[in-house]
């Protein structure tokens, strides 16, 4: 490319660009030193009304220069004004055009508002009208106080008026059952006394009918014995009808043997499994369902034992041979057993009052025979096996405390076999019974009491004023003694045999 071709397109700003920027300069400067010596020319009236002259455009790049203060320079001041002037200008400008949406956020603002108050006048209404409702409810309140506190004085009055009665009725109860104890006891008494009379005339009858010449006093003697004999039988049918009193006479009976086994005699239980006499406990089920009812650990001393079949057996205990009960000693296959060393013996009371081992069967603790069991059931209206457990069965609670030779207390789950208790009785057997149907509290007067089964025996009938059915312990406890007799919460009581024979 030549230097003519170069030159060809050029414009006239190309030619004179510096002269224009010059010439523009020039001109620029001028107009502001004009303006400026206009300005200096009338800078006092400037000032006078600086509120309406400061943001006029020819004014506005000298405002420094016109009007600062003392400790701004011109350049500060003239920034600051160009800052003002911007805003008010803007602000004019703009404030019509947002004059709208300025009038709908004050029209929301009230309405915003006008809600508020009355969300709040609501509020005071409902506050109102909670107190108020809360002065309505407590006024009910105290009313419905004043109401009832007589109402509830009235019948505290009642509960303790009644609890007076209560107890009258009580204390009139037991008065009457006392002087029916001690009128009972005191028929009792008198018709022992008869029946001891007879039978000492009768001795002297009899003498007198020995002796020739006393023979016609022996005729009198026998007419009138008979005479009164009449007398004192309608007077103690009587007795055992109404009062249900049996006089006994003669010594006290001597208790029998025990009759039980060793204590590795195997019983078959329901499920076919083999127990130890010694491991089978109340409740477990022998064979055919014969639920027992009561252990018995008895002492072994002295005992006579006999192997019949092997199993090994006191001699005194029943065996069924040819539908017909007979001692074990007495069976064709017993062997006496020597120098049995052991010192315990066991025995079982069942439903079924029998136990069957190794194919024979034995009768249970019980010893429940025809004449025995026709008797029982005319006096208990006993009608199943199952009965005798539930009816005649007598027992204490684990608790019952008895009294020991040395007048201690000891409870009768840890009394041992071979203690001394008082009125020199020692303990033979220890008996665990399953807890009868019913379990009652035996009151006796004096603040004393005794929990068991439903046939405890008292030596004194008379010692039990109330006896009240109660709660059902899982089990009982009973004693076999020496004499036949323990001391309970001090009161004398017969022991486990008497349950059967004094039934």
């Given amino acids: 490319?030549?230097?003519?071709e170069i030159y060809k397109n050029l414009t006239y700003f190309d030619y004179y660009s510096s002269s224009v920027l010059l010439f523009s300069l020039i001109t620029i400067l001028t107009i502001l030193a004009c303006l400026y010596f206009r300005l200096m020319t009338n800078i006092e009236p400037i000032k006078k009304d600086w509120a309406n002259n400061r943001c006029r455009p020819h004014i506005i790049p000298f405002a420094g220069l016109i009007n600062k203060n003392a400790d701004e320079s011109a350049t500060t001041a003239t920034f600051n004004n160009f800052n003002y002037c911007t805003q008010k200008i803007l602000s004019d400008s703009t404030g019509k055009h947002v004059q709208p949406l300025e009038y709908i956020i004050q029209m929301f603002s009230g309405m915003v508002k006008n809600i508020s108050n009355d969300l709040n006048n609501a509020r005071a209404m409902i506050d109102r009208i909670r107190t108020d409702l809360?002065?309505?409810?407590?006024?009910?309140?105290?009313?419905?106080?004043?109401?009832?506190?007589?109402?509830?004085?009235?019948?505290?009055?009642?509960?303790?008026?009644?609890?007076?009665?209560?107890?009258?009725?009580?204390s009139g109860v037991y008065t009457i059952m006392s002087s029916y104890y001690a009128i009972k006891s005191l028929l009792g008494a008198v018709a022992t006394m008869l029946?001891?009379?007879?039978?000492?005339?009768?001795?002297?009858?009899?003498?007198?009918?020995?002796?020739?010449?006393?023979w016609p006093a022996a005729v009198a003697g026998t007419t009138i014995l008979v005479a009164m004999s009449v007398m004192v039988a309608v007077f103690l049918t009587f007795l055992v009808q109404i009062f249900k009193i049996r006089p006994k006479l003669g010594l006290p009976e001597i208790p029998s043997k025990p009759f039980c086994f060793d204590k590795d005699t195997q019983i078959e239980m329901s499920d076919g499994s083999i127990k130890k006499i010694s491991e089978i406990r109340i409740g477990d089920l022998l064979k055919d369902n014969n639920k027992v009812t009561a252990t018995l650990k008895l002492n072994a001393i002295g005992v006579k034992m006999?192997?019949?079949?092997?199993?090994?057996?006191?001699?005194?205990?029943?065996?069924?041979?040819?539908?017909?009960?007979?001692?074990?000693?007495?069976h064709p296959h017993a062997l006496p057993v020597s120098c049995y060393d052991e010192k315990f013996l066991y025995c079982l009371n069942t439903t079924k009052k029998t136990i069957v081992i190794n194919n024979m069967t034995f009768i249970d603790w019980d010893e429940i025979y025809d004449e025995v069991r026709k008797r029982i059931m005319r006096n208990h209206s006993i009608h199943k096996n199952h009965d005798y457990h539930d009816k005649l069965d007598g027992g204490f609670t684990g608790d019952s405390m008895i009294t020991m030779i040395d007048g201690t207390m000891k409870t009768i789950k840890d009394i041992q076999i071979g203690d001394a208790l008082i009125n020199n009785s020692i303990v033979n057997g220890l008996v665990e019974i399953e807890c009868p149907e019913l379990q009652f509290t035996y009151y006796l007067g004096k603040n004393r009491k005794i929990d068991g089964g439903p046939n405890l025996k008292f030596k004194d009938s008379t010692d039990v004023l109330i006896k009240k059915q109660t709660k059902r312990s899982e089990r009982l406890y009973h004693l076999l003694t020496?004499?036949?007799?323990f001391e309970c919460n001090n009161t004398i009581l017969y022991d486990y045999n008497a349950c059967i024979d004094h039934s």
């Avoid at 490319?1 to 003519?4: A, F, P, R």
């Avoid at 006999?306 to 007495?330: C, G």
């Fill in 134 to 170: 809360a002065n309505v409810i407590n006024e009910i309140m105290y009313r419905f106080i004043n109401i009832i506190v007589p109402i509830q004085q009235i019948v505290l009055a009642f509960k303790d008026t009644m609890a007076k009665i209560q107890g009258v009725l009580t």
């Fill in 195 to 214: 029946i001891q009379v007879l039978i000492a005339g009768a001795a002297m009858i009899i003498i007198m009918w020995i002796i020739p010449f006393t």
């Fill in 306 to 330: 006999y192997n019949l079949n092997s199993v090994i057996v006191s001699d005194t205990h029943s065996v069924l041979y040819k539908d017909k009960w007979i001692l074990a000693s007495e």
């Fill in 1 to 4: 490319m030549g230097v003519e």
């Fill in 482 to 485: 020496s004499n036949g007799t």
